[in-house]
Structures are given as C-alpha cells and as structure tokens.
C-alpha cells in the first residue's frame, strides 16, 4: 500500500504544501530527538493504542496511524499530521498500553515540539488563545493561579466560578496553608526560586522556541526576564 | 471446547508474575551512576513502609520529613486538595516542609502546548529536587501529572549521558547540586502507606457511601514500573491507590467497565477545546458510573482528573444527561472521615458538582458548617485578622 492510502483529504487544516525536501527536513528533526529510538520499536498493527485512545473516541485521530508513519518513515505523512493531528492527542499515555512497547504519545510530543519549533501552521493555530497560559508558567513559575477563575473564561463551569471569582481574595485569605494565600499564582513563589527559573528557559533554549510561535509574546517574556536577572546582577 | 471460566476467573484472582519476565529495576543503574560520581541519590529517610508495585517490587515510602512538591492546579483551582493532604499529615503528627523554593513541574503546559523541551523539562526537575535536598527534606509529588512526568524525566535521564550532562551544566549555574530522589512518590502512595493509621482516627461513618474509583493516567501508565499494585486489591490487576484508602475507610468500593479510560483532560483541551473534554468526561466516565454504580462520589487522585470530572458536569446537566456525581479527591474524603471540616479545611466550595448529598451521608449537617465557615469569614472582613491558621481549622 503506497503512503498516499492513508493521506487525508489534503486542504482540511489550510496549511501551505512545501517541497518534500522540508518534509524530510522536518522528519529528521524528529527522527534524531534522543527518545525518538525510546518511543518506537516497530507496530503489530493491533490497534490497541486506539482502542485505549481518548482522541481517538472523537476525531479522526489514531495513534497507531502516527506511529506506523514514524516507522516507515514516511515524511510525507508525519508531516500531514504535524499539520493535522497531532494537537488532537490528550497526552494521556493510555496508548502505553502498546505490547510492543511503543509510546506515540511520546513521538507526539516530539512532533510537537518540532511543529513548534518550525512555526508550522498548526502550532501556530493550536496554541492561539494559550499564550496567557505560557506566559503564566513561564514568568511566575506557576501555571494554574486562582485569579484565571473568571466567569466569562469559564461560562460552563457553572455558577461556582462566579463565587470563587467574586470571593477570591477573601477565601484565599482563608486558607490554611500560609503558602496559599496567593491570587495570580498557586503559591507564593520565592524571587530567588523564579530567577533560577528563568535561567532554565534561557540556557536549555526553551524561551527561543517561542518566538517561532508568537513573537509578541517571546518579546515580553524576554523582558520580564531580563530584567529580573539585571536586578539580580545575573548575566541573561 | 468449552471455555473455562471459572478456572480464568480465579487464576485472574490471584495473578503470579513470572520472575523470568520481570524488566529491570532502575535502581541498579541509579545507584552505580552514584557510584560513577553523576549525581547524588537522596536516600528515602526513615520511618518509612516498604509498598508492593506493579512487577511485584517493593518501594519505600517515607512517613515524615516531606517536602511537599506542590500541584498549580491543586493549589490554583482546587484549594482543598492540598489543604486535605497537610492537614491528614498533621493529624497524623508527621513533620513536614512546605516550600517556596518550589516551581511547578511545568508539565501541563509542556504536555499542552509542547513550548519546552527534553533538558528545559529535566532542569525544572531536578531544580526541585536540588531545592528539597538542601532543605534536609524528602520530596512528596502531589501532582500525578508531575509523578509521571519526573519518572519520566528519570528515565531519560538514566538512558541519555548527554542529556544528563547538559542538565547537570544547568543545575550548575544556578549553584544546585545534581540530586535524583531514591523513589519518586506520589501523595496517593503515602496515603495508601497510611490508610491504616488514618482508619484509625476516623470518626465518621462511611459504610452508606457508594464510590467509584478514576485512577489517573499518569499515575499508572506512564513509566508505569513503580506505581503501586497489591494483590489483595483487585487481585493485583489494578492500582491499588485510592481504592485501598476507600476500602480502609469502609466505604463500598463500586467498579465500573470504563475504569481504565482517561478523564479527558487532555491539557490543552481542558483549557481551549473543552467541547471534547466535556464530552469524554460526561459520556465515558459520569455517566457510566452513573449508569453502572450510582455512587455517592467519584474519588480521584489527580489535579486534572478532579477538575475535569466536576468541572465537565455543569453543561452536561443543561442538557438533561445523566450526571451529576459529587467529585473529590481520596485526600479530602479521607480528611473528612477523620473530621475535617467541609469548607475550612476540604474548601468544597470551589467544587461544582453537588457533594451536598455525599456529606449528608456522612452525616455532616451541611448547612451549619457553611454557617461556620462564614462565621470565620468574618474576622478576615473585619480586619481583626488578616488570615486563617491551621488553629482556626481545628479549633
């Protein structure tokens, strides 16, 4: 059976056709991740991994098909699904359940990460409406704070969140722990703890990988941290 | 031929792992890498209780000295969680660190958006786990997702020389030693460790209270080796955490067919594709219980797994489906079982499913302790106080 079989209808997602060239340019991004060789060992084909997948249950999703792909190698394909389905995964890990040992969640997340790095369209569309939620983990070293509790963010959650909202200095106020007093982050943070932090997004290259992404963003996180560290006399 | 049922049924009763087929124990080459001057192991203090895991090894899980590795979600949006878990370790008279020199995991951003990588992932870990060694303190996970995603962190660790150097060189700049916990615990294993201590200072009745237990993903499938099964729970076929805390408890333990699926909380669903997180939840797990248990509460073990299962059942409701099952975690269920208070303590009030019937059949006059809780409300407004304490809470 030739890769095309398996290639969705290919303007679904509205992303941009490039050379195979940067297919396989891509791929081998992905191919030579360290765990790449930890996440795939070859598939039976049994389909357990679907069976087991949430995402599968609701899209047109399957992670036997994404690790079939890696292992054939097909650029053309894996990169049909960096545009298409690999931000439908819930990175549960249920397909771990694989017998023969494969991880597509993990070869997702690799994917991923190469979408993002790459600006792919898909990255791009995926993470619109998240930047406050990088921006939050990023600069406060904390990724759910209680002020996000806002009735309009949340309107299914039910009429709670407009308690918690309205009430939210006051009960946090009333919480034991003295940690928890906090409204913009799960807990109080140390400033020498966040500035340590940020040197970890500087120095592994994970703040870079924002800017492919949303460049806006890259340029304000660059200059909370920035300034932090001037503060600290630290070197960025 | 005729199947024999009964014969599988019992040999499934009592499941017996060939020692042949047993995969390695990470802690041989933890250990020699110590050996090799990579890192320091930071050794389990004592007191602690050796726990059965899945291949049939035990692991050590440490009862004081814990350095509790918080949970953003726990913290953030469901107070209570936390809260539960110090104050059933207090209770229970074990010391304990509650650290500011802790960030989170990051790991529900990095599973949700993937702006991270394999060695900014790493260094966030073992900063954490630097930051607990130089307390004097053993780290305690609350976060199933940061128990899975550390195991997962180790492994990398264990099988990349590279990566480990390029942490290491991390973990250097900032001043912090190169430190990999001896085990990596989750607070569900603790309380599993307990469950006989906390048993013993229950003082509600929880024999009328029918629960289903969500067993978090990452807890039990991803580096799945040191999660813990026990063969008088289940017959060893499933993790034993949480439930064994409900049996101890005397609750009626219910099962239902869709006990291995996920929540739904795919990490970025539960924030931007929440049509596909309502949706799992409601029709693959809530109403499922409903359907097949009806019970009382669900009981669960993970920030997402709460949130996603009471959260996702508020519009469920407004479409008339079949939901509508209190949610908490088997830490606030077991703090209300030794007395806790449903709002000082468990913080009920920021959940959203109806646990109102739940602490009624334990016999907890609801309306009287939020009658008191407001009560104690009123000194913070006031002014005469500017926070609660843990005294305020147990007084």
Redesign the interface.
């Known amino acids: 059976m030739t890769a095309s079989a398996y290639v969705k209808v290919e303007d679904v997602a509205g992303y941009a056709d490039v050379p195979l060239e940067e297919k396989e340019r891509l791929f081998e991004q992905v191919r030579s991740d360290p765990r790449f060789e930890d996440y795939l060992y070859g598939c039976y084909e049994c389909g357990i991994c679907v069976a087991a997948c949430p995402s599968a249950r609701f899209y047109d999703f399957s992670p036997r098909r994404v690790a079939q792909a890696c292992a054939r190698e097909d650029a053309e394909l894996v990169y049909q699904q960096m545009q298409e389905d690999i931000w439908e995964c819930s990175q549960c890990f249920s397909c771990l359940r694989c017998p023969r040992g494969n991880n597509p969640g993990g070869l997702i997340t690799i994917m991923r990460e190469v979408a993002v790095n790459n600006g792919l369209a898909s990255a791009r569309e995926a993470l619109e409406g998240y930047s406050r939620i990088i921006y939050k983990i990023m600069s406060t070293g904390t990724q759910v704070s209680p002020d996000m509790l806002q009735p309009d963010a949340f309107p299914d959650w039910g009429p709670e969140v407009r308690d918690v909202s309205e009430n939210l200095d006051l009960w946090r106020r009333a919480l034991p722990p003295e940690t928890h007093h906090t409204t913009s982050t799960g807990w109080d943070v140390s400033e020498r703890t966040l500035v340590e932090l940020y040197l970890i997004w500087l120095r592994t290259g994970a703040l870079d990988m924002i800017k492919e992404v949303d460049e806006g963003l890259h340029m304000i996180l660059q200059e909370v941290m920035e300034e932090r560290l001037e503060e600290e006399g630290i070197e960025a | 031929m005729t199947i024999p049922v009964d014969e599988l049924k019992r040999k499934k009763e009592r499941f017996e792992r060939d020692p042949e087929t047993l995969p390695e124990d990470f802690h041989e080459q933890l250990f020699q890498l110590e050996e090799d001057g990579e890192w320091t192991i930071q050794r389990v203090p004592e007191p602690y209780v050796e726990v059965p895991t899945k291949y049939g090894r035990s692991k050590k899980v440490p009862m004081a000295h814990l350095w509790h590795h918080?949970?953003?979600?726990?913290?953030?949006?469901i107070?209570g969680y936390?809260?539960s878990i110090?104050?059933i370790m207090r209770k229970l008279g074990y010391e304990y660190e509650?650290?500011?020199?802790?960030?989170?995991c990051?790991a529900?951003?990095?599973?949700?958006?993937?702006?991270?990588?394999?060695?900014?992932q790493a260094?966030?870990a073992m900063?954490n786990f630097a930051?607990a060694s130089e307390s004097g303190y053993y780290p305690l996970i609350h976060c199933g997702t940061s128990y899975?995603h550390y195991k997962e962190v180790r492994?990398?660790l264990l099988?990349?020389a590279?990566?480990r150097r390029?942490v290491r060189d991390?973990l250097a700049?900032?001043g912090?030693p190169f430190v990999m916990p001896e085990e990596i615990v989750h607070y569900s294993e603790y309380l599993y460790a307990v469950r006989d201590q906390i048993a013993a200072q229950q003082v509600r009745d929880c024999s009328r209270v029918a629960v289903t237990v969500h067993p978090a993903?990452?807890y039990y499938?991803?580096v799945?080796g040191d999660a813990i099964y026990d063969p008088d729970v289940y017959g060893g076929q499933r993790t034993a955490v949480v439930t064994a805390v409900a049996e101890a408890l005397g609750a009626e333990v219910r099962t239902y067919s869709t006990w291995?699926?996920?929540c739904?909380?795919?990490?970025?669903?539960i924030?931007?594709q929440?049509d596909?997180t309502?949706?799992?939840a409601t029709q693959?797990k809530i109403e499922v219980m409903k359907e097949e248990a009806n019970p009382d509460v669900v009981l669960t073990h993970d920030t997402g797994c709460v949130t996603t299962l009471d959260?996702s059942q508020?519009?469920a409701k407004a479409h008339e489906r079949n939901v509508g099952v209190a949610v908490l975690s088997e830490a606030q269920f077991a703090a209300l079982a030794m007395g806790a208070h449903p709002y000082?303590?468990c913080?009920l009030?920021?959940?959203?499913a109806d646990y109102r019937p739940l602490l009624e059949k334990l016999g907890i006059d609801w309306e009287q302790a939020w009658a008191e809780?407001q009560e104690?409300?009123k000194k913070?407004?006031s002014g005469e106080r500017?926070?609660?304490?843990?005294d305020?809470?147990d007084g």
């Open positions: 918080k949970s953003c979600g726990q913290c953030g949006h107070p936390s809260t110090f104050w509650d650290p500011r020199d802790q960030t989170s990051t529900w951003n990095y599973y949700a958006s993937a702006t991270s990588n394999a060695a900014a260094a966030v900063r930051a899975g492994a990398e099988r990349h590279e990566l390029e991390v700049t900032l912090k993903c990452h499938k991803l799945e291995f699926d996920c739904g909380f795919g990490f970025r669903h924030l931007v929440r596909f309502r949706s799992f693959r959260k508020f519009a000082k303590v913080q009030h920021w959940h959203s809780f104690s409300l913070l407004e500017q926070y609660l304490t843990w305020d809470v």
